[in-house]
């Protein structure tokens, strides 16, 4: 309901919805029920793979694109990633996706804050902003791998959720109590931004966001992937891998053990950086060139101007 008021209130002239068209428990339906009185035009933008979502490939998802969308917009590289995610796509919603490049919220952010790679180099940067059922076990693993890396080295910054309770916060803080080479911090905007650009490795998860991530600053990393439902995180490595090579290494976060973890870590910490783009990062800016471009011809339908065109740099 407050999505369809916003709708109501503000008629925007356009909205982008990203992964599925219907939001994840079809909370925007009553809004595109509400947009068709302002003729709004609805976008879907996808990542670049799109897994076993049901949401995503049900027949209401089908229904709804075919009702209010215009247009879709891909967040992958063909070139990485073939086209068979393309393709999966159009089968799905009966319409050609927009090739986009992925979009990399580090190279967003550092648009805006601006970095510097001359303020001293870190070892590396450890991201876990969020708990699972095995973060305890993993971080236990962690700390007894990073126990074996030369403090020489030098700094590691960790950016962790340590729990939400004392006795969790406590439990994950001691762990590291001995490691003065490991510095805990919150999960952090400007701060985790500022470290990936000095550090010379980093560990995150698998998620879309944090790959890019290490991506965009040029480090090669070490990449810890949850088991989930949908493969969506695994399949999209496998193809990563393919075209970055030894700059992301991959462990399971179930069954990695500290000698392991260790080696990974050490291998990558002799892995030189890498700032030249071995994928299409320019996701953000393709897609605001086509949005932009959409409001365009939507401004220019039915009044007989010629429709401008606009160079959308890849």
Request: net charge positive.
């Amino acid at each position: 309901q407050t999505l369809a008021q916003i709708v109501e209130l503000y008629r925007p002239k356009l909205v982008l919805c990203d992964h599925s068209p219907q939001g994840k428990h079809r909370e925007l339906v009553p809004a595109q029920e509400a947009g068709k009185a302002y003729k709004t035009v609805w976008v879907l933008g996808s990542r670049g793979v799109i897994g076993g979502v049901n949401q995503v490939r049900s027949d209401l998802a089908r229904r709804i694109f075919a009702d209010h969308y215009q247009e879709i917009l891909w967040y992958g590289d063909s070139r990485v990633l073939g086209s068979s995610h393309l393709r999966q796509l159009q089968d799905l919603y009966g319409q050609t996706p927009k090739e986009c490049g992925y979009v990399s919220r580090l190279t967003e952010l550092n648009h805006w804050q601006g970095h510097s790679q001359n303020e001293g180099m870190l070892a590396g940067t450890v991201a876990i902003p969020w708990r699972g059922e095995h973060s305890d076990s993993f971080l236990r693993i962690l700390a007894e791998a990073m126990a074996g890396i030369d403090p020489d080295y030098g700094i590691w910054q960790f950016f962790i959720d340590i729990g939400r309770n004392p006795a969790q916060q406590a439990k994950t803080t001691n762990l590291f109590a001995q490691l003065p080479h490991c510095h805990l911090n919150p999960p952090s905007g400007r701060k985790y931004l500022l470290s990936l650009f000095k550090s010379r490795t980093a560990l995150v998860y698998g998620g879309y966001n944090s790959v890019m991530d290490v991506l965009a600053a040029g480090i090669p990393a070490i990449v810890v992937l949850r088991a989930m439902q949908d493969n969506e995180q695994q399949i999209h490595l496998q193809h990563l891998l393919g075209s970055v090579g030894n700059r992301l290494q991959v462990v399971a976060e179930e069954t990695t053990d500290v000698s392991e973890l260790r080696q990974s870590l050490l291998a990558a910490l002799t892995t030189q950086r890498d700032s030249r783009p071995q994928v299409n990062l320019a996701g953000a800016e393709t897609a605001a060139g086509l949005l932009y471009q959409l409001l365009v011809n939507q401004q220019h339908q039915g009044n007989g101007k010629k429709q401008p065109i606009i160079s959308i740099r890849k």
